[in-house]
């Protein structure tokens, strides 16, 4: 089997497993507490509920899925089958709430899956290196970091509105898909022994970055409806992901002259039918959570 091959199989693991964890955050982030609670106090609050450790748990487990999937395989491709995960949540989710799927949403599911399936074969991803250039995060890093300072003070102003979890949501959704391009380099560390795993700065900006990104998701969750933050979530994490794995890694995707078309349409239909995908799923955890 093709190390793209098992790559895949991993990161359609690893999208189950994160399904599962992110449909116990969400829970969590509206059961904690019915006090108003800034970012800090309603993340220092999960860190004392069991139901967010065990949903941290089985992400955790996904996590490593995906670390795995990105050591074998591009972060194009692993980002663009991590999407799959609402395909996941919606069993999840039926089998906890006792609601049924609808046909609407098998459609969009359906409709996900072979956009997911034509990016994959017809975009042809292209692994890149495993590491990006200091110059080149340095860029990354005074573009992006200006990008997410308004995004948080443009959420403190509009807070109590719809508008501040999707800002919330794509804070938590960049850092992520920086996640999962720094998760490639430690990968690629950890192949020279757990001493040049310690010894590298990086190591530590990418912890930092997962926390961050927790924080802020449970935030995004919190400061509105979760039909608001979960699509904007699921979005921003593969499509900042992407532009880095191309333009920090140097990944390609080659569909041929006359696959772009399809390349383009397969990608418009995939975020069309993951916000659906994403609102329904999130509506239904809402729902379960105000009971």
């Known amino acids: 089997m093709a190390q793209a091959d098992i790559a895949a199989l991993l990161a359609l693991g690893a999208a189950f497993f994160i399904a599962i964890g992110n449909v116990m955050h969400q829970r969590s982030a509206h059961e904690v507490t019915d006090e108003p609670v800034g970012n800090v106090a309603l993340f220092t609050r999960l860190l004392r509920d069991r139901q967010w450790w065990l949903g941290s748990l089985v992400a955790g487990v996904g996590f490593g899925l995906q670390a795995a999937a990105l050591g074998l395989g591009s972060v194009l491709l692993v980002q663009a089958l991590l999407v799959t995960s609402l395909l996941f949540a919606l069993p999840i989710n039926a089998r906890a709430t006792g609601r049924p799927v609808s046909a609407t949403q098998w459609v969009w599911a359906a409709l996900l899956a072979a956009a997911v399936a034509l990016i994959v074969t017809v975009g042809n991803p292209t692994p890149g290196q495993s590491r990006g250039a200091l110059e080149v995060w340095t860029t990354v890093v005074a573009v992006l970091a200006p990008v997410l300072v308004l995004c948080v003070v443009g959420a403190r102003m509009l807070a109590g509105r719809p508008t501040a979890a999707v800002l919330l949501g794509v804070i938590s959704g960049a850092l992520w898909?920086?996640?999962a391009v720094l998760t490639k380099g430690v990968v690629e560390r950890l192949g020279h022994g757990v001493w040049a795993v310690v010894s590298a700065p990086e190591v530590y900006i990418w912890a930092a970055v997962a926390v961050a990104a927790t924080a802020w998701q449970q935030s995004s969750f919190r400061a509105g409806s979760l039909a608001a933050s979960l699509p904007t979530m699921t979005?921003?994490?593969?499509?900042?992901?992407?532009?880095?794995?191309?333009?920090?890694?140097?990944?390609?995707?080659?569909?041929?002259?006359?696959?772009?078309?399809?390349?383009v349409a397969a990608i418009a239909v995939m975020v069309a039918?993951?916000?659906?995908?994403?609102?329904?799923?999130?509506?239904?955890?809402?729902?379960v959570g105000s009971r």
């Open 177 to 179: 898909g920086v996640f």
């Open 235 to 263: 979005i921003a994490e593969p499509v900042v992901a992407s532009l880095l794995g191309i333009l920090v890694l140097g990944e390609t995707l080659r569909p041929g002259d006359r696959g772009w078309a399809l390349l």
């Open 273 to 287: 039918a993951t916000v659906a995908l994403a609102r329904s799923e999130a509506q239904t955890s809402s729902e």
